[in-house]
């Protein structure tokens, strides 16, 4: 794939929709909140005023989005969906899938729905690695090299672990979001993982969000967070390293957050429905 052909791609009325779709679903736009005006989406997005014109039509046919004038639109989406009870087992939930899939914005839309605390691990471990990595004398932003690899990346996910440990020890379910790919990839550990939390009377339930190429792109490139410059400036080298059937090596659920799949909250609503019953 070539770079004309992702930004083609990666602009188009779906993948805006899409992803103004989940930042509501998420909760990053709340019920209410006026959106940018169409120029100001158009520029964001790097593309055209009517592909803009064709998302917001899309998503105000939803109903999630009410249009007042060409440029005033409204987020249509009360948070009334927490009628969710709890297991009689908490239930640990993990979300794996690589960088701008999409596995964070499912995390939170759980959230929304279940009231149960979210782990994402950049939000609960990027400023201590950030410092930790100056101090070694690396980038902040650095994820590539063997001093991440080997000695912050396995501290960060200890954390991560140990936390989710203490919410179902307290008997509380938990949703966690991290990349996972090295420890959904080792059989030792998901076996481990598995003891571990079975031990403490709880269950487990792995995710992997899967996304296409151009969708994972234009994600990272509007997020426009400092980590993700490599993969960005380096994306065919990048993409010929990652598993696109990925699966994790235990029993798990597939999320699919490509541009034609389904809405995130409807695959929440179904997995959520697996792992309550």
Sequence with gaps: MNDHQGLTRGTSALVVARNIRADIEAGRLAHGDQLPSTRELAAEWGTSVATINRAMQQLADEGIVINKARSSRIVNYPNTRHA???PRRPVAILIGGYAGSGKTELGRILARNTSWPILDKDTTTRNVVEAALETLGQSPHDRES????????????????????ENLQCGVSVIVTAPFIREFSDQAWCDRLQADIAALGADCEAVWVRCDPATMRTYLRRR?????????????QYLSGLNLQFEPRMPHSIIDNSESARPLQQQADELLQRVLT
Excluded: F, H
Excluded at 224 to 236: I, M, P, V, Y
């Design 84 to 86: 969710r009870s709890d």
């Design 146 to 165: 063997q001093t991440y690899l080997q000695v912050i990346r396995p501290a960060e996910y200890q954390a991560l672990s140990a936390t989710m440990i």
């Design 224 to 236: 426009g967070a400092a980590r993700d410059s490599w993969k960005l400036a380096n994306w065919e």
